[in-house]
């Protein structure tokens, strides 16, 4: 796979496109902060002219601000707006999955419903999220207002964790009051816009009945407003309420049904008093996947974008590793566009090496100062001290003795040794030695001077007699 082409704007990097939709582009970024700390997100470009408006630019910036404040996980959150080079930047949260409306076609393209269970949990899901912005507050506790006015199935993302999120708070009212609208995007628009919302007057209920349609949609697997005509009569206010969604469905339980017909109905108040009890009532009505079923759904319905999702997370991984993010302390390899890593020299790696090549040498030393104690401990008649030292054979060690002190005097020969107080050998220190102890034969003793003999090596062996 290319590498994405990388864009920086501001604080953040733009990688592969990842979506597209009627207000812009969506592309796979990453937050780029100090010591090489990074977070993925999700940044929507704007198109053009929206950028062009100094009017919507204003209140995108004020609803965003706004939106930033809902904190729940069925809403994607809103996380920054940029202005940049005459381009306008949203970034938001990222979440690996796929828009209800690409599901939709998807399920259509296998000719498969989607299960009753996956559809209860969508929509009881972005509705606990749409009540979580309807009730969002400011700083000082006071009720915000927020409605959303574009519940769409473009507007809810599945994501391969099995939650559904509503997408795009704080733009929707700014897109409203925009004069530069595709004759297209208006016609989808109308389709999920409550009756009242056509005629300027827009509550947290218009919200109720967008997400009215969008259920019954994923019923009944086809569009509930597909013409003109109908366009037309609901605009007009004088178009008959729609049939029930599962008349062509026999697993679609009576009291779901009961629950999308009451959120579709022309009058507001006859609608359900909130987006959570709304919830509530769908999760009475019908079974709920959990979220681990809901998840399974969505790989099994859109691998190919879950994947090219992966790949391109993995490139951009790799890639801000090369051009984007800068280390955050002297490391030991060097990373280059241009080829593979190569290895710096490492300034302890010398001295590292020496030590290692003396250790053995550094251990023989020690090991033969050990020796050498014992056997001057071994001449002078010392108690040897009880510890595993099996690997010293003191009678046969062949080491080369330097010529003893004199013995001390006969007055210095009474006084005691100190006793040994110790379990370890005692270190190999300059200390005063005391004398040998009187040998009971002279014999013995005239046969120990000198206490040892030379071998053939001329090496000393003593007599163990003597010891």
Request: charged share 25%; with cysteine; glycine share 6%.
């Amino acid at each position: 796979m290319v590498a994405p082409e990388v864009q920086r704007v501001g604080r953040y990097a733009l990688y592969g496109q990842i979506a597209a939709g009627g207000m812009g582009r969506i592309y796979l970024g990453r937050l780029l902060g100090p010591s090489g700390f990074a977070r993925a997100l999700a940044i929507k470009r704007l198109h053009p002219p929206y950028a062009k408006d100094p009017e919507f630019v204003s209140m995108l910036l004020d609803e965003a601000r706004l939106a930033a404040r809902i904190r729940h996980p069925n809403v994607v959150q809103t996380l920054d707006v940029l202005e940049q080079d005459g381009e306008l930047f949203v970034m938001l949260e990222y979440v690996h999955g796929e828009s209800l409306s690409r599901l939709e076609r998807a399920a259509e393209s296998a000719q498969e419903p989607i299960p009753i269970p996956v559809i209860a949990a969508i929509g009881a899901g972005f509705l606990h999220g749409l009540h979580a912005a309807h009730e969002a507050t400011d700083d000082r506790g006071r009720p915000l207002g927020l409605v959303h006015r574009d519940i769409s199935p473009q507007n809810v993302l599945v994501g391969r964790d099995g939650f559904a999120r509503v997408l795009d708070f704080g733009v929707a009212k700014a897109a409203g009051r925009m004069r530069a609208t595709r004759e297209g995007e208006i016609k989808g628009k109308l389709a999920y816009m409550a009756p009242e919302h056509l005629h300027g007057t827009v509550t947290r209920r218009s919200d109720i009945y967008a997400a009215g349609v969008v259920l019954w949609e994923l019923i009944a697997s086809r569009r509930l407003f597909d013409d003109a005509p109908d366009l037309a009569e609901l605009f007009a206010g004088v178009s008959p309420a729609p049939e029930r969604p599962g008349l062509e469905r026999a697993d679609v339980p009576a009291e779901l049904e009961s629950v999308v017909m009451r959120a579709l109905r022309h009058d507001p108040e006859e609608r359900f008093e909130s987006a959570r009890e709304m919830a509530l009532a769908i999760e009475r009505a019908a079974e709920v996947a959990l979220p681990s079923m809901v998840g399974t759904w969505v790989e099994r319905m859109v691998p190919d974008r879950l994947r090219e999702q992966s790949d391109l997370m993995a490139e951009m991984e790799a890639q801000s590793l090369v051009t984007v993010v800068p280390p955050a302390s002297p490391v030991s390899t060097e990373v280059s566009t241009e080829g593979p890593a190569r290895a710096i020299p490492d300034r302890h790696r010398g001295s590292r090496a020496t030590l290692a090549r003396a250790a053995p040498v550094i251990a023989g030393m020690l090991i033969a100062a050990v020796a050498f104690a014992v056997a001057v401990r071994a001449l002078r008649g010392e108690p040897q001290p009880k510890t595993p030292s099996a690997a010293v054979d003191v009678p046969t060690l062949s080491v080369a003795v330097p010529a003893l002190a004199p013995a001390p005097s006969a007055t210095a020969s009474a006084i005691p040794s100190p006793p040994l107080t110790s379990r370890h050998p005692p270190a190999s220190v300059a200390r005063p030695v005391p004398p040998p102890k009187a040998r009971a034969s002279a014999t013995v003793r005239a046969d120990c001077d000198p206490p040892y003999d030379l071998n053939a090596s001329g090496q000393k062996e003593y007599k163990l007699h003597c010891l």
